[in-house]
T-cell receptor, first 112, second 111 residues
Framework: DVKVTQSSRYLVKRTGEKVFLECVQD?????MFWYRQDPGLGLRLIYF???????EKGDIPEGYSVSREKKERFSLILESASTNQTSMYLC???????????FGQGTRLTVV | SQQGEEDPQALSIQEGENATMNCSYK?????LQWYRQNSGRGLVHLIL?????REKHSGRLRVTLDTSKKSSSLLITASRAADTASYFC???????????FGKGTLLTVNP
């Protein structure tokens, strides 16, 4: 059974903290993505990576960075968390042809 | 900016009825995909249609694609209460690996 696993289901952090969201996939996929999902706004792409150590900005990269040191792991970093980053974060992976994305269960982050 | 836009935003029907959702997009695509999301969970892939295809079926799902109008529709036939979920279209432009999603349609199927 293929899997994308996000490190936490729920997370509460304080304003100004550095936050790491981890995502691991076991399908040897080249592409990995981080999205945030907010009511009425759907899924918005934050960053994606098509290879180890490669990263590309999505539509809303401000306030975020990413790291991909190994093929199976893609980390999203909030350098200094703010309340407007309270959201559901979804990680996904695909093969190069983007034929089917597999999603993690999501991390609901609350910044207080 | 988001590539796909689903319409309607919300749809409420009775069990047994058909549900139709639409997706419009802005730029050329390699393929278009539909996903389902149960409340508070990750998305699950339903069906993919390539840019050179016009129609595709999978069980109770039927997807059409009109590249001249840059639009797609998802039809769920004989809906069930268990089909209650949000449905998203996603587009792959084929050139830059970017997979972008729309805002989704919330489907409610009443028993």
């Amino acid at each position: 059974d293929v899997k994308v696993t996000q490190s936490s289901r729920y997370l509460v952090k304080r304003t100004g903290e550095k936050v790491f969201l981890e995502c691991v996939q076991d399908m040897d996929h080249e592409n990995m993505f981080w999205y945030r999902q907010d009511p009425g706004l759907g899924l918005r792409l934050i960053y994606f990576s098509y290879d180890v150590k490669m990263k590309e900005k999505g539509d809303i990269p401000e306030g975020y960075s990413v790291s991909r040191e190994k093929k199976e792991r893609f980390s999203l970093i909030l350098e200094s968390a703010s309340t407007n980053q309270t959201s559901m974060y979804l990680c996904a992976s695909t093969r190069p042809a983007n034929t089917e994305a597999f999603f993690g269960q999501g991390t609901r982050l609350t910044v207080v | 900016s988001q590539q796909g836009e689903e319409d309607p935003q919300a749809l409420s029907i009775q069990e047994g009825e058909n549900a139709t959702m639409n997706c419009s997009y802005k730029t050329s695509i390699n393929n278009l995909q539909w996903y389902r999301q149960n409340s508070g969970r990750g998305l699950v892939h339903l069906i993919l249609i390539r840019s050179n295809e016009r129609e595709k079926h999978s069980g109770r799902l039927r997807v059409t694609l009109d590249t001249s109008k840059k639009s797609s529709s998802l039809l769920i036939t004989a809906s069930r209460a268990a089909d209650t979920a949000s449905y998203f279209c996603a587009t792959d432009p084929g050139s830059n690996y970017k997979l972008t999603f729309g805002k989704g349609t919330l489907l409610t199927v009443n028993p």
